[in-house]
Structure formats: C-alpha cells, structure tokens
C-alpha cells in the first residue's frame, strides 16, 4: 500500500509562487507515474500535471502550462510542483495521485492512490 502526503500549499497573492511536495511512503513509487489534480469549490476535480516514472515525460493542463513545473526526485520518494505566476483561479485543494503504470495518466480513474489534498489560496 501506498500513502501519499502533500505539504507546501498556502496562501499567496496573485503573481506568487508555491512549491508543493508529495512524499510518498509505504513502498516505493519510483516506478509508478505521478500526477497532480485540483478541486477548486464547487468545482470538479481537474488534472492539472503528470509525470513519468523516470521523469523523462511531462504533461500539463492547458490552464497551467507554461506557469506550473511537474518534477520528482526517486531517491526521496517524492513528487514536486513548481506554481509560479499564480492566479486566483489556481485556487484549490490540489491532489497528489499514483498509478502502477510507468507513463503518463491524466484521468482520475486510471490512479489508483491518492493524497489527502493540501490547500492553495491566492488572493487578487
């Protein structure tokens, strides 16, 4: 079983940035594709960015693309998201996921673990 815990979300003002991690723990996930999604309220849950197991494949959102960096370091058992230029729209609960695949994923039922969510607010 694995367990997923976000940290590093907050509150930011518009054109700020946040660096949320995912530390993943139970087994590894070194050889499992990563992403993360969002729900803002009211809202469903979106994809937002995936990554491969090595890392060599990204993809984004068309709404955070340019703006947002998916990265993971194997060795920690964690997955990054670089949030640069943040807008109150971005604001969310964002999700770290994991699915036993090695490529990329990007909808919610191809993930078969999930973190608890850690909040993201950005004030106008």
């Known amino acids: 079983q694995v367990q997923l815990v976000e940290s590093g979300g907050g509150l930011v003002q518009a054109g700020g940035s946040l660096r949320l991690s995912c530390a993943a723990s139970g087994r590894t996930v070194s050889s499992y594709g990563m992403g993360w999604f969002r729900q803002a309220p009211g809202k469903e849950r979106e994809f937002v960015a995936a990554?491969?197991?090595?890392?060599?494949?990204?993809l984004y959102a068309d709404s955070v693309k340019g703006r947002f960096t998916i990265s993971r370091d194997n060795a920690k058992n964690t997955v990054y998201l670089q949030m640069n230029s943040l807008k109150p729209e971005d604001t969310a609960i964002y999700y770290c996921a994991a699915h036993t695949g090695r490529g990329i994923r990007v909808l919610l039922r191809e993930f078969d673990y999930w973190g608890q969510g850690t909040q993201v607010t950005v004030s106008s």
């Open positions: 990554i491969s197991w090595r890392g060599g494949s990204t």
